[in-house]
């Protein structure tokens, strides 16, 4: 899927362990830790191939510090996630504030974010610094909207799509655009650009919220139905309390701030014995076409068959 990129996040790899080193000795072994762990690096892949959407832009120099300070970002909010949901594993792996403490990890996710705009200071200009800004302050908005909303089974779907764009598509889309103001684009392709990222990362977090509730732990390296027990109210939740027969049963499992593991299954049961699930994909494809559609006309044939194997990508991956 990556194939037009794949040196450059070859060379993003060994870029990210050699930047997230510190004199410290902790911070060094966090960042290699949250380094190692993997991930799909979705983010740098579509500012890398955004990036390439003209020939002739000269891109080498800001490109790659650019991939690096995006990637190390998505590092830091994810640390900091683990923190706040006190999650023990990820992507199968131990999680830094469970091997290090919260304290620790809180500290090494600033350092990420701080390295971030330190790596890129310099090379780009003031609007993509600001456009990463304030794709942090979104995100921030959308944990803290989530974290308000706890254990709340009165949230409808508008007030879902507002969280997962601050958490998620706000961010996908900020990667496009940068890719794309690193390429020289004009403001109506950097438009085409944010409306792809954004609508696939709408796509992209849904999906996420539909394998917790499917998917085994094995597949998603961590527990599955962990939302449901943090009281996260995800899209397969909020249908199943407006649908189900079980609602009122549901709804005061939702509302169990000590979810016992047979409680987290009868609700997992209850949307299952809905059409949640099925309602959900049907979202993801509206997004997942909208994306579609918004590639601007344009982009070199090899960028756009590329960015549309990744929304297909997106649509049918299992974890």
Not at 251 to 279: F, P, W
């Amino acid at each position: 899927m990556f194939d037009i990129v794949q040196n450059d996040l070859v060379t993003l790899e060994t870029e990210l362990l050699s930047v997230v080193q510190s004199p410290v000795k902790l911070i060094s072994d966090i960042g290699t830790h949250l380094t190692q762990a993997g991930g799909k690096r979705l983010r740098p892949a579509l500012y890398l191939l955004c990036a390439k959407s003209r020939a002739e832009a000269d891109t080498a120099e800001r490109a790659i510090p650019m991939a690096v300070a995006i990637e190390l970002i998505h590092m830091a909010t994810l640390v900091h996630d683990d923190v706040i949901d006190e999650a023990a594993t990820r992507r199968g792996q131990i999680t830094a504030n469970a091997r290090w403490g919260n304290h620790s990890s809180v500290l090494a996710g600033d350092y990420l974010f701080a390295k971030a705009f330190s790596l890129i200071s310099g090379l780009v200009n003031n609007n993509m610094l600001k456009i990463l800004a304030e794709v942090i302050c979104s995100m921030c908005e959308g944990e803290i909207i989530q974290n308000k909303d706890i254990y709340n089974p009165q949230q409808t779907e508008e007030e879902y799509l507002v969280r997962i764009a601050k958490k998620t598509a706000d961010f996908l889309a900020a990667s496009c655009v940068l890719g794309g103001m690193t390429a020289e684009l004009s403001e109506t392709e950097l438009a085409a650009l944010r409306c792809y990222g954004y609508s696939l990362g709408m796509a992209f977090q849904i999906t996420d919220d539909i394998l917790d509730v499917t998917a085994s732990s094995e597949q998603l390296g961590k527990p599955a139905g962990n939302d449901l027990r943090q009281g996260i109210v995800t899209l397969p939740v909020i249908y199943a309390l407006q649908h189900s027969a079980d609602r009122e049963e549901l709804r005061s499992i939702v509302t169990e701030r000590n979810m016992a593991d047979g409680q987290v299954a009868r609700g997992l049961e209850i949307m299952h014995g809905t059409k949640a699930v099925e309602y959900c994909y049907s979202r993801v494809d509206d997004y997942l076409n909208e994306a579609r559609q918004c590639l601007p006309a344009s982009l070199p044939e090899e960028i756009r068959e590329t960015l549309i194997t990744i929304a297909d990508y997106v649509g049918l991956r299992n974890y």
